[in-house]
């Protein structure tokens, strides 16, 4: 294959936006990686002053994941949460099917995974103005992995960007807070925490191939025992389009990659992905996502009955209209937001 170059006379807003999402490209796929290496540096070859500071951080991350799991309380900096160019690169689109009223919390089930979960982490983190123009008074929130919030460096910048550890004593702590306007969390304006949970996390990143919704489901029931438990409604999401924007090195589930993948997760949580993409200045190699259009439809909220002890045939009542609410979303929409919509299927498993 020869390699597509970008053509030199091109806007210099486009160019900007390539630049921008190159930054956060590699902040992802890199940013666990060298927070550590940061943190390795620094103390093998600062001095007794830099060591001072990096103990006095240690304990304060701490302090912090001990008193609420290391979440930055309510929107946090919106600088940090207004990165249109990143949003207009692809661009991403939020599509409001049913009102979210802000007098409850709200878990967002946000299918599929892809690569990086893109839609999602745009629409509820990285830009959310268009969230807050549609659903005034309710939070966004992403949950990521528990460790990240550990982490130096790291857990800092995921803080800024709006993100919460997955883990079930954060995201309790976060749903179970009080939809109170005269409440002293609330003094923002906000009442309500809408936190986006990728459901199918890793595993459905491997299967994530364009043209391929494969969602990882039916024996995720977690999140639907926590949101019984905090009384916190269910939201279906579909992000079409998702899928669309990176390709990875094949790995069938017999392969050699995908069982050294699965190895990694098992230990790590992460699976090791091979992202193919496109580069800044070509349009086929390189691991910068293609432009291709991304639109996140989010459903109506399936309420449920708080119990501190779900009983499983509830649980598994709830989940089974998740199931179907998010089939019934694909047939609707699939048409109207991607492309050769005969030939796509969703495949839930």
């Not at 089930?109 to 690569?115: D, E, K, T, V, Y």
């Not at 230990?267 to 091979?274: A, V």
């Not at 291709?292 to 449920?304: A, E, F, L, N, Y």
Request: hydrophobic letters at 40%; a positive charge; one cysteine or more.
């Amino acid at each position: 294959m020869t390699i597509e170059w970008a053509p030199l006379r091109v806007p210099l807003e486009r160019r900007l936006q390539t630049l921008v999402t190159s930054f956060f490209t590699y902040t992802f796929f890199t940013l666990p990686i060298s927070s550590c290496l940061a943190v390795a540096i620094l103390l093998y070859y600062g001095e007794m002053f830099v060591r001072s500071l990096l103990l006095i951080y240690f304990v304060k991350i701490y302090l912090d994941y001990k008193r609420n799991y290391g979440i930055m309380e309510g929107n946090g900096w919106l600088f940090y949460r207004s990165n249109w160019r990143y949003r207009n690169y692809f661009p991403v689109e939020l599509v409001k099917t049913a009102e979210l009223p802000p007098n409850r919390n709200y878990i967002v089930a946000s299918f599929p995974h892809g690569i990086l979960g893109t839609g999602t982490c745009i629409n509820m983190s990285l830009d959310i103005d268009n969230w807050l123009s549609l659903y005034p008074h309710v939070r966004p929130k992403i949950a990521t992995l528990d460790h990240h919030f550990k982490t130096p460096f790291l857990r800092d910048i995921l803080r800024w960007w709006g993100m919460v550890s997955v883990s079930k004593e954060s995201l309790s702590y976060l749903l179970s807070k009080s939809n109170d306007p005269m409440h002293k969390d609330n003094r923002d304006g906000f009442t309500s925490n809408a936190v986006a949970v990728l459901v199918g996390g890793a595993k459905e990143a491997m299967d994530s191939h364009p043209g391929q919704y494969i969602l990882t489901l039916k024996d995720r029931k977690g999140f639907v025992k926590m949101a019984v438990r905090t009384g916190s409604s269910i939201v279906p999401s579909l992000s079409f389009g998702e899928v669309d924007i990176f390709d990875q090195v094949a790995n069938p589930p017999d392969s050699s990659l995908r069982r050294f993948q699965n190895v990694v997760k098992k230990f790590t949580g992460i699976s090791p992905l091979l992202p193919k993409g496109r580069g800044i200045f070509n349009y086929n190699y390189g691991i910068l996502p293609h432009r291709r259009r991304i639109v996140q439809v989010v459903g109506s909220p399936i309420d449920v009955e708080r119990c501190e002890t779900p009983d499983p045939e509830y649980v598994d009542k709830i989940h089974g209209q998740v199931i179907d609410a998010l089939a019934r979303m694909f047939d609707e929409y699939k048409e109207k937001y991607t492309p050769n919509s005969k030939h796509i299927k969703l495949i839930i498993q």
